[in-house]
C-alpha cells in the first residue's frame, strides 16, 4: 500500500532552520505532485507548500513564501521542505501528502485532492 513518512522535525530557535524530508513507497512516486500541509493547534489544516510530480512547478502559502522551499529527487523517492527564517506562527503539526491523481499540474491546493497522508511530524520554534 502506499506509505508516505515524514522526518526532520523537531524544536528550534526563531530565526534557525529546519528540513523536512517525505518519503514515499507503494506507487510510482515520480508521477504524482506532492504537498506539505500544517495544522497547528485550534486551526485547520492549510497547504504550506507544493511541487508538480516533475519539480517544475511549485506553490506556497503567502505566508511562507521567501523562508521555505520545496523540492523532490525521485530517484530517492523523497520530497524535502527546507524551512529557513522560522517564525514561532509555523510551529505545527506538518504532513506531506500525494495527490490523487497522477501528472496534474499546476499541483494542487486543497487538502481533498491528496488521497495518501504522512503521519505529521512536530515543528516547534521558540520565541
Known amino acids: 500500500q502506499v506509505q508516505l513518512v515524514e522526518s526532520g522535525g523537531g524544536l528550534v530557535q526563531a530565526g534557525g532552520s529546519l528540513r523536512l524530508s517525505c518519503v514515499g513507497s507503494?506507487?510510482?512516486?515520480?508521477?504524482?505532485?506532492v504537498g506539505w500541509f500544517r495544522q497547528a493547534p485550534g486551526k485547520e489544516r492549510e497547504l504550506v507548500a507544493a511541487?508538480?510530480?516533475?519539480?517544475?512547478?511549485?506553490r506556497y502559502a503567502d505566508s511562507v513564501k521567501g523562508r521555505f522551499t520545496i523540492s523532490r529527487d525521485n530517484a530517492k523517492n523523497t520530497v524535502y521542505l527546507q524551512m529557513n527564517s522560522l517564525k514561532p506562527e509555523d510551529t505545527a503539526v506538518y504532513y506531506c501528502?500525494?495527490?490523487?491523481?497522477?501528472?496534474?499540474?499546476?499541483?494542487?491546493?486543497?487538502?481533498?485532492?491528496?488521497?495518501?497522508w504522512g503521519q505529521g511530524t512536530q515543528v516547534t520554534v521558540s520565541s
Open positions: 501528502a500525494q495527490d490523487s491523481q497522477a501528472l496534474r499540474a499546476p499541483p494542487m491546493a486543497a487538502s481533498y485532492e491528496y488521497g495518501y
Open positions: 507503494g506507487r510510482t512516486f515520480s508521477v504524482y505532485a
Open positions: 511541487t508538480t510530480w516533475s519539480g517544475g512547478n511549485t
